[in-house]
């Protein structure tokens, strides 16, 4: 019993230190290595959230990698594709980009574009014979073809869930 109420009164001290903010509870936590060990971007990305307000929006996501059709190695802003990379064609370069996935949130920059089309298609889904609700923008996310299989909506890579911009 004294096991189980010290447990208890160390998850509430931990819990106190986190913002009350879920988006930067996520943030400190990746800060604090409560997850995978983070590269320099990524911490530089995370320390910034907790600095900002970002942007919430609800945006289409969908996937790609050099194997899908107009893809290759490298993005339209030059750099080589990676998991650091998100494609949106309304934000500038090095945008930060905060994404709620299935699989857990994932931070992203923008450093890819793609058809100022696909934003009108996030807005419009019944005029693009799509069942899937309307969007206020889009983001394509870099997945490597190994990543692709783990995503857990399979074959259908594509979602509408909130992002946040900053």
């Not at 971007?41 to 929006?57: C, D, S």
């Not at 190695?73 to 650091?84: D, E, K, L, Q, Y």
């Not at 995503?151 to 979602?159: A, M, P, Q, R, V």
Request: positive net charge; aromatic residues 10%; glycine residues 4%.
């Amino acid at each position: 019993m004294k096991l189980l109420i010290l447990s208890l009164l160390l998850l509430t001290v931990a819990a106190a230190d986190l913002p009350a903010d879920p988006v930067q509870r996520v943030a400190a936590k990746a800060l604090r290595g409560d997850y995978d060990p983070l590269e320099q971007w990524q911490r530089q990305g995370y320390e910034k959230l907790l600095t900002v307000t970002p942007t919430k929006k609800l945006a289409w996501i969908t996937v790609y990698n050099e194997n899908c059709l107009g893809c290759n190695f490298t993005t339209a802003s030059g750099r080589r594709v990676s998991h650091r990379v998100a494609a949106m064609i309304d934000k500038p370069w090095a945008t930060w980009v905060l994404v709620d996935l299935p699989e857990g949130y994932q931070l992203r920059q923008v450093f890819d574009t793609g058809s100022r089309r696909n934003i009108w298609r996030a807005q419009n889904p019944e005029k693009c014979d799509s069942n899937r609700p309307p969007a206020e923008t889009w983001i394509d996310l870099y997945y490597s073809p190994a990543a692709m299989k783990t995503l857990k909506n399979g074959s259908n890579k594509s979602w509408v869930r909130p992002i946040f911009i900053f």
